[in-house]
């Protein structure tokens, strides 16, 4: 694929595009995905890939909190293996899913950037760290 292509995919303009209609919906519904590839000329694969392939964009709706609980060597280091299970059990949800009244979504991170204050997580970009299960779930009852 020539360079001229590959901007055309993968601009800035495109991920800001989808950016927006992310936060007009909360995902990028499938007639958008339509939309855009119609409009601009791209094949609707290259728009799944390009949604893919950056974590905060969604296919499918999310919770109004989207936790994201980091899982790098130094947290995991730091139990965040039991922070990640306690959140399971307290909000009855996997990895990836979204409770049922659509108020949460939980996401294991590779990193979140804050290695020397694990363990870490982020809800709606607000980072809590030095974290124990205990402060995980108190964080969570406060934001029901």
Known sequence: MRGEDMEKFYSKELIEELRDIQDTYGYIPEEQIVKIATKKNIPKAHLYGVISFYSMLYL??????????????????????????????????????????????????????????????????????????????????SLQ
């Open 60 to 141: 499918e709706p999310t919770g109004k909190y989207i936790i994201r609980l980091c899982n790098s060597v130094s947290c995991r280091l730091n139990n965040s293996t039991e922070i990640l299970r306690s959140i399971k059990e307290f909000l009855k949800i996997e990895n990836g899913g979204t409770t049922k009244d659509k108020k949460f979504t939980l996401e294991v991170a590779e990193c979140l950037g804050h290695c020397g204050e694990g363990p870490v997580m982020m809800i709606n970009g607000q980072v809590y760290s030095f974290l124990t299960p205990e402060e995980a779930i108190k964080i969570l009852k």
